[in-house]
């Protein structure tokens, strides 16, 4: 392989990987972009606007809590033990 075709590989490279990373930012974790956010959006009463991943998170731990009464039993925590 030439030097030429070398370097033209690696400019497409580039070029790709700068196109997906402009394209995907939106998407992509940003905390100084997160608190900048919220910093604007703060109410005089003090509360914060929430992230659509918090609100995620929230609804998987409210999901894994609800669950959880059924799933202690397949631990093999304290609750198995015989006396």
């Known amino acids: 392989m030439s030097l030429a075709s070398l370097i033209f590989a690696a400019l497409v490279f580039a070029l790709f990987t700068t ?4 394209v995907l930012s939106p998407w992509l974790p940003n905390p100084g972009r997160d608190r900048l956010a919220r910093l604007g959006t703060q109410s005089p009463l ?5 992230t659509a991943w918090q609100r995620l998170h929230a609804h998987l ?3 894994l809590l ?3 009464p059924w799933t202690a039993g397949l631990s093999g925590g304290e609750g198995d033990a015989p006396h």
């Open 19 to 22: 196109l997906a990373l402009a």
């Open 46 to 50: 003090g509360t914060r606007g929430v």
């Open 61 to 63: 731990l409210s999901a």
């Open 66 to 68: 609800w669950l959880s």
